[in-house]
């Protein structure tokens, strides 16, 4: 299996500032025939599902805010919060699909 | 309106069995590839199994052989039945409907509320 790993395991951040998650996998998820990161990050507030925020590593998910960005490939990526708001306090994780489905432990955003 | 509304969870003893429900409207769960993910109190996401629209199921090792995925297409319905159950099974239970990716799945749009499942004597 894939393992996921993220760091922080949580971060404060002033308003306004900028947050950054970084994600890192066992193994590539980048498929070389499509040339395709299969890796996504999701969002969850507290009593909430999660929120699909972004796929293929860098795409936003329609209705997501764009200060909110990923970029990666193979086994490093990171996920970009570019002025934190206060409705961006949550756990975010990530997750790959490219051999099954296996996510990160999360990361903590709060505000400082 | 697109919408997951699971049901069936509760308290169930070491050993017991359990099914779940998630009914789904504003789309068919059968043109979807469908997951069950669940999340242990105070714990990460976990995926569980996935359908594909052809009727393949696949799950984690975890839960194989113990679990069985199915649909009910005239009800629109996920199923998630859940057999020899342990106190590690203990978690919130979503399904969710894998984003269509141009055949690809797995990646996660639509989710549930969830259902909470605690095996306990």
């Known amino acids: 299996d894939i393992v996921m790993t993220q760091s922080p395991d949580s971060l404060a951040v002033s308003l306004g500032e900028r947050a950054t998650i970084n994600c890192k996998s066992s193994?590539?998820?980048?498929?070389?025939?499509?040339?395709?990161?299969?890796l996504a990050w999701y969002q969850q507030k507290p009593g909430q599902p999660p929120k699909l925020l972004i796929y293929?590593?860098?795409a936003r998910e329609s209705g997501v805010p764009d200060r909110f960005s990923g970029s990666g490939s193979g086994t490093d990526f990171t996920l970009t919060i570019s002025s934190l708001q206060p409705e961006d306090v949550a756990v975010y994780y990530c997750?790959?699909?490219?051999?099954?489905?296996?996510f990160g432990q999360g990361t903590k955003v709060e505000i400082k | 309106e697109v919408r997951l509304v699971e049901s069936g969870g509760g308290l169930v003893q070491p050993g017991g069995s359990l099914r779940l429900s998630c009914a789904a409207s504003?789309?068919?769960?059968?043109?979807?590839?469908m997951s069950w993910v669940r999340q242990a109190p105070g714990k990460g996401l976990e995926w569980v199994s996935v359908?594909?629209?052809?009727?393949?199921?696949y799950y984690a090792d975890s839960v194989k052989g113990r679990f069985t995925i199915s649909r009910d297409n005239s009800k629109n319905t996920l199923f998630l039945q859940m057999n020899s159950l342990r106190a590690e099974d203990t978690a919130v239970y979503y399904c969710?409907?894998?984003?269509?990716?141009?055949?690809?799945?797995?990646?996660?749009?639509?989710w549930g509320q969830g259902t909470m499942v605690t095996v306990s004597s």
């Open positions: 969710a409907r894998d984003k269509d990716l141009g055949g690809t799945g797995g990646t996660f749009d639509i």
């Open positions: 504003g789309f068919t769960v059968s043109s979807n590839y």
């Open positions: 359908i594909y629209t052809g009727g393949n199921t």
């Open positions: 193994q590539s998820v980048l498929y070389s025939s499509n040339n395709k990161n299969y």
């Open positions: 293929w590593a860098s």
């Open positions: 997750q790959q699909y490219y051999t099954s489905r296996t």
